[in-house]
């Protein structure tokens, strides 16, 4: 299996514009989580879906950024508009169950600049 | 407010030191696990701990749940350069989705 697929890699935009960052989940993992992830803040939860409904939105931290998962292997994080406190890195991780526990399995994470 | 508290932030060693990060929370975790991230990548999980007083290893680490379920620790023995990374401890309060909280991190730099 490639693992979690996150993409881009890599995102500068200007403050305003809007920025769409895009996972792809493990196959047959079927819950999903959105982290973002700075130097002051640390690993920060964002939004967690499980069979493709969102359970926990709280750590979203403003109307402008909204996330969705249309189906079990795909899910978008949307900023819009962007601001230059919105740059982070942004990490989508998917898990499953084994024993009981659940593990959750990172991607290599989206490195945002807003300008 | 941070629920895991992580110390120490920085940590600086020569390569063969002994070193102990250290997770702390005044909530009880149903377990806690630790994940090692290095730059440019995701965090990656090394262990998970879930009855008090547990003690697991991965070669020249060790890891200890607390008896009361609040804390936790990492002991790496005969530090490595490839030890160098970010440290995080993270805990789960037992939901069926497994949302996890995290510590800050500690940033471990071993010199050769």
């Known amino acids: 299996d490639a693992g979690v697929i996150q993409s881009p890699r890599h995102e500068v935009t200007e403050m305003g514009q809007e920025v769409t960052l895009r996972c792809k989940p493990i196959?047959?993992?079927?819950?999903l989580f959105w982290y973002r992830q700075t130097m002051m803040r640390g690993l920060e939860l964002l939004i967690y879906?499980?069979?493709?409904?969102?359970?926990?939105d709280s750590g979203m931290p403003e109307d402008r950024f909204s996330a969705k998962m249309p189906n079990a292997s795909f899910s978008t994080l949307k900023i819009q508009p962007s601001e230059p406190r919105d740059s982070a890195v942004y990490f989508c991780?998917?898990?499953?169950?084994?024993?009981?526990?659940?593990?959750?399995?990172f991607g290599a994470g989206t490195r945002l600049s807003v300008l | 407010t941070q629920l895991l508290e992580q110390s120490p932030q920085f940590l600086s060693i020569q390569e063969g030191e002994n070193l102990t990060v250290y997770c702390n929370s005044s909530?009880?975790?149903?377990?806690l696990q630790w994940y090692r991230q290095e730059p440019g990548e995701g965090p990656v999980l090394l262990v998970t701990v879930v009855t008090g007083g547990e003690v697991k290893k991965l070669k020249r680490l060790t890891f200890q749940f607390g008896d009361a379920r609040k804390d936790s620790s990492l002991h790496i023995t005969a530090a490595q350069p490839g030890d160098t990374g970010l440290y995080l401890c993270a805990g789960s309060r037992g939901t069926s989705y497994g949302k996890l909280t995290f510590g800050q991190g500690t940033i471990l730099t071993v010199h050769p």
């Open positions: 909530s009880v975790f149903s377990s």
């Open positions: 879906f499980n069979n493709n409904v969102p359970i926990d």
């Open positions: 991780a998917s898990s499953f169950t084994t024993s009981g526990l659940r593990i959750q399995y």
């Open positions: 196959s047959g993992h079927n819950s």
